[in-house]
Every structure is written in C-alpha cells, then in structure tokens.
C-alpha cells in the first residue's frame, strides 16, 4: 500500500498562486509514474500533470493543455514529495485536486485524498 497525502489547496483569487504537494509513504524512487488529476462539479476527472519516473535527474514530465505555461509540476526526492506550482490561476482551475502514483511493475493507482482549489473573486 501506499499512502498519499495533499496539501496546500485553498481559496485564491484569480491571477494568484498556489502549490500542491503530495507526501508519498514510499521512496520516490519505486515509483514508475506520479502526477495529479483534477474534478470539477459535475465534469469528469481531467489529468492535470505527471512525472514518469520521478525518482530520476531527468524525468518526463507533460501537461494539460489547459494548464502549460501556467503549472509546473516538480519532486523532492529527499522528502518523497510531489509538487505542483500553479500560477496566474482563473476560476476554471476551480477542482479537487487528487494526487495519484503508479509504483514499479504494478498497474494499480494509488490515490490521495484530494484537496480543494477554489480560484474566485
């Protein structure tokens, strides 16, 4: 089992910034792939951003188009953490924000609790 908890999630207003992390209970280096997914109300869960292989130097990472340019997804090894950055944030990026990670030679996802991003004036 794995263990993923999130945090950072609030209330901003649009053009602001949050970061997201992600606390794994496992070595980032056992992981194959680690990002996050987002839900807004009533739409279907989207994937926001993702590492492959994250416990590398020069790990893949790749983005929705709705957030390139604006969200930068990143891992602290050390303290087996996942981040994502959000700037310039707008009220469509209003979702609960899941952490998810795939683990070497599995095909099950873990998930996170999910943390809620609300972007509103």
């Known amino acids: 089992q794995v263990q993923l908890v999130e945090s950072g999630g609030g209330l901003v207003q649009p053009g602001k910034s949050l970061r997201l992390s992600c606390a794994a209970s496992i070595s980032i280096s056992n992981i194959y792939g680690m990002g996050w997914y987002r839900q807004a109300p009533g739409k279907e869960r989207e994937l926001v951003a993702r590492?492959?292989?994250?416990?590398?130097?020069?790990?893949?990472?790749s983005y929705a188009d709705s957030v390139k340019g604006r969200f930068t997804i990143s891992r602290d090894n050390a303290n087996n953490t996942l981040y994502l950055q959000m700037n310039s944030l707008n009220p469509e990026d209003t979702a609960v924000y899941y952490c998810y990670c795939v683990r070497f030679g599995s095909i099950a996802n873990y998930w996170g609790q999910g943390t809620q991003v609300t972007v509103s004036s």
């Open positions: 590492i492959t292989n994250p416990g590398l130097t020069n790990y893949a990472s």
